[in-house]
């Protein structure tokens, strides 16, 4: 058996107990694709991301569900950031991490005595949605007349693609009940998508846009609390679908998490490249705990929680 030491890190608040957990694993060299695999479901979060050497950026980040590995993720990049930091490894305030989505830019600095770790996505992507509306409605627990009909339902990506869904009311999102297991089903165009409604309700004023996010359920898991990537698709999305006319640069400030009581936000900037729309992030995180995790040394599975 091996036993795995895991920081458990919660993303977009500064509050033990809200934002979203994420597991970090420092020395990610130490472990096969299966057993970060097995170590992401022992520790049972939406992910957990190990650190690994690059030849090509001042570090790799590997993020896995308990069900596969992922592209990219926002949580668990502020989570691993945040661990480096109180690790003592980052010696600079500007550096880049390599992902399965690309090697992206880091900055990281103090404001009100919090770090705060702003995150460079890649650049923005959308797809059409072609499928059935009243299905897609009732699979996370809402009627077609709950969706927003001024705006498109499309595919978004800025490194991970997820299903924008506009709502009319806030107060739907408090009634959503996803049935993950009929996404593939629906989403045909890209059955392996997570899903995110949006709406542009919100419960504070200094706030900008309202989300809950399902996961696929190829990931084996159900509801991501404060959704980083997805958050920059919805800003890229705000510009191109809600206001073209929005002066840029901007930052937008998206909240999520309230319905499972782990309310966190996140910021969306927003500017202009060479014509093209680049996104990033920023966010602040807290340390948790230390987690010891054991797995089987050779087999893709796990003991959890010693």
Same mark, same amino acid.
């Given at each position: 058996?091996?036993?795995?030491?895991?920081?458990?890190?919660?993303?977009?608040?500064?509050?033990?107990?809200?934002?979203?957990?994420? &597991?970090?694993?420092?020395?990610?060299?130490?472990?096969?694709?299966?057993?970060?695999?097995?170590? =992401? /479901? /022992?520790?049972? $979060?939406?992910?957990?991301? $190990?650190?690994?050497?690059?030849?090509?950026?001042?570090?790799?980040?590997?993020?896995?569900?308990? &069900?596969?590995?992922?592209?990219?993720?926002?949580?668990?990049?502020?989570?691993?950031?945040?661990?480096?930091?109180?690790?003592?490894?980052?010696?600079?305030?500007? $550096?880049?991490?390599? +992902?399965?989505? &690309?090697?992206?830019?880091?900055?990281?600095?103090?404001?009100?005595?919090?770090?705060?770790?702003?995150?460079? @996505?890649?650049?923005?992507?959308?797809?059409?949605?072609?499928?059935?509306? *009243?299905?897609?409605?009732?699979?996370?627990?809402?009627?077609?007349?709950?969706?927003?009909?001024?705006?498109?339902?499309?595919?978004?990506?800025?490194?991970?693609?997820?299903?924008?869904?506009?709502?009319?009311?806030?107060?739907?999102? *408090?009634?959503?009940?996803?049935?993950?297991?009929?996404?593939?089903?629906?989403?045909?165009?890209?059955?392996?998508?997570?899903?995110?409604?949006?709406?542009?309700?919100?419960?504070?004023?200094?706030?900008?846009?309202?989300?809950?996010?399902?996961? *696929?359920?190829?990931?084996? +898991?159900?509801?991501? =609390?404060?959704?980083?990537?997805?958050?920059?698709?919805?800003?890229?999305?705000?510009?191109?679908?809600?206001?073209?006319?929005?002066?840029?640069?901007?930052?937008?400030?998206?909240?999520?998490?309230?319905?499972?009581?782990?309310?966190?936000?996140?910021?969306?900037?927003?500017?202009?490249?060479?014509?093209?729309? =680049?996104?990033?992030?920023? &966010?602040? =995180?807290?340390?948790?705990?230390?987690?010891?995790?054991?797995?089987?040394? @050779?087999?893709?599975?796990?003991?959890?929680?010693?």
């Amino acid at each position: 058996m091996v036993k795995v030491n895991v920081k458990h890190i919660d993303a977009f608040s500064s509050v033990p107990g809200k934002g979203n957990p994420a &597991g970090v694993v420092l020395n990610g060299e130490d472990y096969t694709e299966q057993q970060m695999l097995a170590i =992401a /479901a /022992a520790v049972g $979060f939406n992910e957990t991301a $190990f650190v690994v050497p690059s030849n090509i950026a001042d570090f790799r980040i590997r993020y896995f569900t308990p &069900g596969h590995e992922m592209n990219l993720c926002g949580h668990a990049t502020m989570g691993t950031v945040y661990a480096l930091q109180m690790q003592g490894a980052l010696k600079k305030s500007v $550096f880049t991490i390599e +992902t399965n989505a &690309g090697v992206l830019p880091i900055q990281i600095r103090k404001e009100n005595n919090q770090l705060l770790i702003t995150m460079q @996505h890649a650049k923005p992507q959308f797809q059409p949605f072609n499928g059935s509306k *009243s299905e897609l409605a009732a699979s996370i627990g809402l009627r077609e007349e709950d969706l927003h009909a001024d705006y498109p339902i499309v595919y978004g990506s800025t490194g991970i693609w997820t299903l924008i869904i506009p709502i009319k009311k806030l107060t739907s999102f *408090s009634e959503m009940l996803p049935r993950t297991e009929e996404f593939p089903r629906i989403l045909a165009e890209m059955p392996k998508a997570s899903v995110h409604p949006i709406c542009l309700e919100v419960r504070h004023p200094e706030n900008d846009l309202h989300a809950r996010h399902f996961s *696929s359920p190829y990931s084996g +898991t159900i509801e991501d =609390a404060i959704t980083g990537t997805a958050s920059g698709v919805m800003g890229a999305y705000y510009k191109e679908y809600v206001d073209k006319a929005m002066e840029l640069p901007t930052t937008l400030i998206v909240e999520q998490g309230h319905e499972v009581n782990k309310d966190g936000r996140v910021y969306v900037h927003i500017q202009k490249e060479e014509e093209e729309l =680049a996104i990033s992030i920023s &966010g602040t =995180a807290v340390f948790v705990k230390e987690i010891e995790v054991e797995i089987n040394e @050779h087999k893709n599975n796990s003991l959890g929680f010693i």
